[in-house]
């Protein structure tokens, strides 16, 4: 078999929870689309300016749950891509994940509103760069019946636990679950479980997939999801080798144990030629 060579990227973008009755805020016009080289791998990436607690204090800030989708008892996760330009405006916006078209519609509408991020950097210098933020819509508990969830389903799904998926789930924590041994050893489990599946290879796919998971309170893996797929062998196998993760530190909120959902993304690269697909002619 020909040497390949699969890229990672685990840095872990966890989900921002919204509750349903936050305050409002003014809406901003879109920042103009940009033109250049955007880098996928800068040595610093882009961050919202103060972190990721202050990007939650400002969504929450900004957030107009749509009046229907209230009535409705609608919920669901929308994920955004998008440039971080090099002063730091967000441009390029692309939809990945669909919930109910009026919270797509609201998750766009925060995300134009936000201020500029801190631009990534490469080589000491502000670079283009994409990066994406999730928004899970929750309903306050205090609403009348129990909200449904309406985003479409995941075209992949492994190690499903009901039971933990019913229960309270925080996006935002605390102290945020960790792979025991570090990211560079989550990483390197990963390079060595993953198996590149010889159909997609000999295709040619390469790219990211985006997968969702559960640490549960006992820092179980469970109700592991493909948010963003490119095949349905490589979406699969990327299934297969999350769920073979050994258990990880638990998150905290308020000094105890919570359910947290996470995300991590996985890039196959192919560092070579697509192998030549089977044929039964001479």
Same mark, same amino acid.
């Given at each position: 078999?020909?040497?390949?060579?699969?890229?990672?990227?685990?840095?872990?973008?966890?989900?921002?929870?919204?509750?349903?009755?936050?305050?409002?805020?003014?809406?901003?016009?879109?920042?103009?689309?940009?033109?250049?080289?955007?880098?996928?791998?800068p040595d610093i990436p882009p961050i919202f300016t103060g972190g990721s607690g202050e990007m939650h204090k400002f969504i929450s800030g900004t957030l107009r %749950? #749509?009046?229907? =989708?209230?009535?409705?008892? +609608? $919920? *669901?996760?929308?994920?955004?891509? &998008?440039? @971080?330009?090099? /002063? !730091?405006?967000?441009?390029?916006?692309?939809?990945?994940?669909?919930?109910?078209?009026?919270?797509?519609?609201?998750?766009?509408?925060?995300?134009?509103?936000?201020?500029?991020?801190?631009?990534?950097?490469?080589?000491?210098?502000?670079?283009?760069s994409k990066s994406y933020v999730p928004m899970y819509f929750r309903l306050n508990k205090n609403a009348k019946t129990v909200a449904r969830t309406t985003t479409?389903?995941?075209?992949?799904?492994?190690?499903?636990?009901?039971?933990?998926?019913?229960?309270?789930?925080?996006?935002?924590?605390?102290?945020?679950?960790?792979?025991?041994?570090?990211?560079?050893?989550?990483?390197?489990?990963?390079?060595?479980?993953?198996? %590149? #599946?010889?159909? =997609?290879?000999?295709?040619? +796919? $390469? *790219?990211?997939?985006?997968?969702? &998971?559960? @640490?549960?309170? /006992? !820092?179980?893996?469970?109700?592991?999801?493909?948010?963003?797929?490119?095949?349905?062998?490589?979406?699969?196998?990327?299934?297969?080798?999350?769920?073979?993760?050994?258990?990880?530190?638990?998150?905290?909120?308020?000094?105890?144990?919570?359910?947290?959902?996470?995300?991590?993304?996985?890039?196959?690269?192919?560092?070579?030629?697509?192998?030549?697909?089977?044929?039964?002619?001479?």
């Open positions: 078999m020909n040497s390949k060579t699969l890229l990672l990227s685990l840095s872990a973008l966890y989900l921002i929870t919204i509750s349903a009755f936050a305050s409002e805020n003014s809406q901003l016009q879109p920042p103009p689309v940009y033109e250049g080289k955007i880098i996928e791998n %749950y #749509p009046a229907d =989708a209230v009535e409705r008892n +609608v $919920q *669901g996760l929308v994920v955004y891509t &998008f440039v @971080v330009e090099k /002063d !730091g405006t967000l441009t390029n916006f692309e939809l990945i994940h669909r919930a109910d078209s009026l919270l797509d519609k609201e998750a766009l509408r925060i995300l134009q509103a936000m201020p500029p991020w801190r631009p990534a950097k490469y080589k000491d210098e502000f670079v283009r479409n389903p995941a075209n992949t799904v492994g190690k499903t636990n009901p039971e933990i998926a019913n229960s309270e789930v925080y996006s935002i924590v605390d102290k945020m679950p960790q792979y025991p041994y570090g990211e560079k050893e989550l990483a390197g489990f990963i390079a060595h479980q993953l198996r %590149y #599946p010889k159909e =997609a290879r000999q295709q040619g +796919v $390469q *790219g990211r997939i985006l997968c969702s &998971f559960i @640490v549960a309170v /006992d !820092g179980s893996i469970s109700n592991i999801e493909v948010v963003q797929g490119l095949h349905s062998q490589l979406d699969n196998e990327a299934i297969r080798v999350l769920s073979l993760m050994s258990k990880w530190i638990p998150g905290e909120n308020n000094g105890e144990k919570v359910n947290v959902k996470c995300l991590l993304p996985i890039d196959f690269t192919i560092d070579e030629e697509p192998i030549p697909a089977l044929s039964s002619n001479p």
